[in-house]
């Protein structure tokens, strides 16, 4: 049986994001949110656009089909040995870089481009499942309703806009109340990339540390009890905004 300690776990949690020098909370915090905004606000328009394009089958959609599958299928270890090739010191980055006569630097290792480095490997590998679910629901919407609308004259991009995007509201609405619940579980590709360090820590990444590296059960507990209470009114209030803005369509 372990020692009762009250609610020190969850001010030991508190203290992270001001007093603790071992787990800058604010940081993890910083870079969860990051990470989460990359995800709604990059990653997913991307995600539809290119869903529209495999939909619409217009010229390259097949060279992006195969280029963009692949991180799906591929083992994240290797994903991510090739990214870390391509952009280590013996890298082509790295070689065109140096032959502009400038003196190439591991962007990972460095605060000041770590960040961004790990954000561009999300985006290479991270919106293929996305562009499925979304070209799935796509192809649910009748065919009758693009002739119509075709009859009319319409542009792609007011296709796309006010015809797409509103009837496959209810699969982009779900995916953001999934990526909100996720939001503070989850660690990205920190563990097989910088382990925290290079000012990259996030929530799930300090939870587990807490747990895997330090023993720290009971810490990690504490942090994830933290941001489930942060979390679960998040959820509501976006399940919420997401029934006002999307309205309700049947087809």
């Known amino acids: ?129 996305n562009i499925i679910l979304f070209r799935s629901a796509m192809n649910r919407i009748p065919r009758e309703i693009f002739e119509a609308a075709a009859l009319d004259g319409i542009s792609m991009f007011k296709e796309l806009t006010s015809i797409i995007i509103p009837l496959i509201w209810p699969t982009l609405s779900s995916m953001l109340i999934l990526s909100i619940a996720g939001m503070f579980g989850s660690q990205g590709p920190i563990l097989l990339f910088t382990n925290g360090n290079y000012g990259t820590m ?19 507990a504490a942090i994830g009890l933290l941001f489930t209470v942060i979390g679960i009114p998040l959820v509501f209030f976006s399940r919420w905004c997401a029934n006002k803005i999307g309205g309700e369509y049947e087809y």
């Open 1 to 129: 049986m372990g020692e009762w300690v009250g609610l020190d776990n969850i001010k030991w949690a508190l203290d992270s994001f001001t007093k603790n020098p071992y787990l800058d909370m604010t940081e993890a915090t910083r870079n969860t949110l990051i990470f989460f905004a990359w995800n709604f606000i990059v990653e997913t328009p991307i995600a539809v656009v290119l869903a529209y394009v495999f939909y619409k089958k217009l010229p390259g959609n097949k060279f992006f089909t195969i280029c963009l599958y692949l991180p799906c299928i591929v083992s994240t270890t290797v994903m991510v040995s090739v990214y870390k090739s391509a952009i280590g010191a013996d890298g082509p980055l790295a070689m065109l870089w140096e032959a502009l006569g400038r003196k190439w630097t591991y962007p990972i290792s460095d605060e000041s481009t770590s960040m961004i480095t790990l954000l561009i490997y999300q985006l290479w590998t991270g919106y293929g499942l």
């Open 202 to 220: 996030t929530i799930g990444h300090a939870m587990y540390l807490q747990y895997k590296e330090y023993g720290q059960v009971s810490r990690a």
